[in-house]
């Protein structure tokens, strides 16, 4: 973790307002190495039925894990508690994603604005017919919408690999791949993407129509942002 932004993660929090940090470029690099989730950059914000997000010591990653369960969905979401202003790029890689292995699994990387309406997501999925995927989606005003030739097969992606969001002025523009250079998967462009927006790093398990869901757990690491700065959500 880079100390520089550690400090201007906790004076953001102690005052959101705070227009020097908004108009300061931010460098945020974490591996997940510390013996807990850096409570100056992230809140656990939703655990539903078991679901659980903890840095694995062992393999020092940040470990989502949604439980083994029959007749309901589980999801868990990491959020940062700093909102990236300007142009960005995040990257994060994954690792373990194969166990994702029923139908409706899905393992998240999205930015969202503060009010939750807009924003755009990269997901390794468990689709239909057993089919591995790599997918993506964008909300516009709380809708949430699947663009022409919005997914791919996992493939050789399909245990491991890197996901990629970036902003440039009012374009969301989502990648996917491990080695550089990473594969555009989804580019969409709307003034309602220019607002400040948060990361959320996110497992879902849905078994309501398909039966019976094993445990799966995903281990995130390396991530990595640059952004012309930074803010605090109202």
């Known amino acids: 973790m880079l100390v520089s932004t550690a400090i201007i993660a906790a004076a953001l929090v102690a005052n959101p307002s705070s227009a020097e940090a908004a108009n300061s470029e ?18 656990v914000t939703t655990t539903t039925n078991g679901a659980t997000a903890t840095i694995d010591g062992a393999t020092q990653t940040l470990k989502t894990t949604t439980p083994a369960a029959e007749g309901v969905s589980s999801t868990v979401t990491v959020a940062s508690l700093v909102a990236l202003t300007g142009d960005f790029d995040v990257t994060v890689s994954y690792a373990n994603a194969d ?22 997501g990269i997901y390794r999925a468990r689709s239909s017919g057993s089919t591995d995927t790599i997918e993506s989606a964008y ?36 990648y996917y791949g491990s080695g550089e250079p990473l594969s ?12 400040p927006v948060r990361i959320h ?24 942002v640059h ?6 959500c109202p």
């Open 99 to 120: 166990s994702l292995n029923h139908y409706w699994m899905h393992a998240y990387v999205y930015v969202m604005t503060c009010d939750g309406q807009n924003g755009i």
């Open 184 to 195: 555009q998967l989804v580019s969409q462009t709307h003034t309602a993407f220019s607002s």
């Open 139 to 174: 909300f516009l005003f709380g809708q949430q919408y699947v663009p022409a030739n919005y997914w791919v097969n996992a493939g050789s992606y399909t245990a491991s690999g890197k996901f990629r969001i970036v902003r440039s002025g009012n374009t969301l523009t989502t």
């Open 227 to 232: 952004s012309k700065g930074a803010t605090g």
């Open 26 to 43: 931010v460098t945020v690099s974490d591996n997940f190495g510390d013996a807990a989730l850096n409570s100056y950059l992230w809140s």
């Open 201 to 224: 790093v996110s497992q879902h398990s849905n078994d309501l129509e398909t039966g019976p869901a094993p445990e799966a757990s995903v281990r995130w690491d390396d991530l990595i």
